[in-house]
């Protein structure tokens, strides 16, 4: 095309080179493998047909119907929006590039290039990075697909309201009013801020394992596991910032062994809701809504069924041996206490522990009567988890739930 602004419909064409001015260029058929509109501010509209082009020097492209198969060989597009169909975009140059990309209805698929790039994505399912710094926006819910950014130090923006999908990145970030995010794949070594409202964030239970740093999230509920592979439900959280946040425990039998790190302990601070764990209260045998005691003395501790032993009643257990035997000095301690005669046949507890050790750590285990004896024996204790860098003495009710 000449140089200066055209507006053209062209059809079976298989290469077309645009010139210096602002075109807009409509493909009425399957045209145009290989398109090249130069410089100006230029627009490409899509045949409602498949199309495979090799498209440069476009700002703006339109789809239509049909599965168009693109592959961007520059980086001077700002946005793209593939229509109906299942559409794969190739972005081969991604320098400088900030762009928006909307793929339309149907399945779409994207690529991006090794390189920093800054691109704002809607309705595409399946988004792959490489080896570049990539910041991803969502434009729009992500309710289905996969995020996978590559290596690089990258970062995704989540869109309001309830995403859900599969995510690799360095960073993901709320968008500041009221989120929830459901990650359904393996994910270690992320960052999560969830910024404002009041956000939730489920790891999902067929996967588990996950390794995360997570702040401003109110609600995190952890992964669970299968009876077949418990280790999936053992979860690493080291809580980030100042709001308080809450930490869901459920199925203990299958749950794994979670590690928090930098809980927040004290008034106002961090929780751990075991509510779906289904305690029991000492005495009772019977399932009843979370009630904690702290207890400083050898009393009796009925009505309680999360019980906090403080270190100066029991001076805890020495986590640099084997559960077998953290699992004897405690029962050492409980079996003559004034506390276990407060048990009954069946009753099933939460037990929260100190680490003797110089760590100062908080170990959470629970008990179940499994024998209906009414005392704790060998073997009936299980490990739920442990508050990493977090002094017993300083917890409170509050922090349980």
């Known amino acids: 095309m000449a140089d200066g602004g055209n507006t053209i419909t062209v059809g079976s064409t298989e290469t077309i080179t645009g010139g210096t001015g602002n075109d807009a260029l409509t493909l009425g058929t399957t045209s145009g493998e290989n398109i090249n509109l130069g410089a ?22 339109d789809g239509a119907a049909g599965q168009d198969n693109l592959t961007f060989s520059d980086s001077v597009m700002t946005a793209i ?13 991604v320098s400088g590039i900030s762009a928006t990309i909307d793929g339309g209805i149907g399945t779409d698929s994207l690529t991006i290039a090794a390189g920093s790039s800054s691109l704002t994505i809607s309705n595409v399912e399946a988004v792959n990075g490489s080896g570049g710094n990539e910041t991803l926006t969502m434009g729009a819910l992500w309710t289905s697909g996969s995020v996978h950014l590559g290596s690089g130090t990258d970062t995704l923006n989540l869109y309001q309201g309830a995403n859900l999908g599969s995510i690799t990145a360095d960073f993901i970030n709320g968008s500041g ?5 459901t990650l359904n794949n393996a994910l270690t070594g992320a960052t999560i801020d969830m910024a404002g409202g009041t956000d939730t964030l489920n790891l999902s239970s067929s996967v588990g394992g996950y390794t995360l740093t997570v702040s ?12 077949g592979n418990p280790e999936k439900g053992n979860d690493t959280i080291t809580l980030s910032g100042s709001n308080a946040q809450t930490f869901v425990f459920d199925f203990y039998n299958i749950n794994g062994i979670d590690t928090i790190y930098s809980f927040m302990s004290g008034a106002g601070g961090d929780v751990l809701d075991v509510d779906g764990l289904g305690f029991d ?23 309680y069924s999360v019980l906090v032993f403080d270190d100066a009643l029991f001076a805890g257990v020495d986590s640099t041996t084997s559960f077998a035997s953290q699992e004897t ?3 050492s301690f409980i ?7 407060s048990f009954a046949a069946g009753d099933d507890l939460l037990f929260v522990v100190d680490d003797s050790t110089a760590n100062n750590n908080v170990r959470l285990w629970q008990w179940t009567d499994t024998d209906n004896g009414g005392d704790v024996d060998t073997g009936e204790i299980a490990r739920m988890g442990t508050l990493e860098a977090t002094d017993i003495s300083t917890l409170v009710v509050g922090n349980f739930a």
């Open 40 to 61: 100006g501010t230029d627009s490409l509209t899509l045949a409602s047909v498949a199309n495979t082009l090799t498209i440069s020097g476009v700002e703006t492209v």
């Open 81 to 93: 929006d593939t229509g109906a169909g299942n559409d794969t975009i190739i972005l081969t140059d």
């Open 177 to 181: 009013i009221a989120d929830t995010l």
């Open 216 to 227: 401003n999230t109110e609600t995190i509920n952890g992964s669970e596991g299968t009876v």
């Open 281 to 303: 209260v000492a005495g009772a045998g019977a399932t009843t809504t979370t009630s904690v005691g702290l207890l400083a003395s050898d009393v009796a501790a009925t009505g």
């Open 329 to 331: 000095s405690f029962l």
């Open 335 to 341: 079996n003559s206490s004034t506390i276990e005669g």
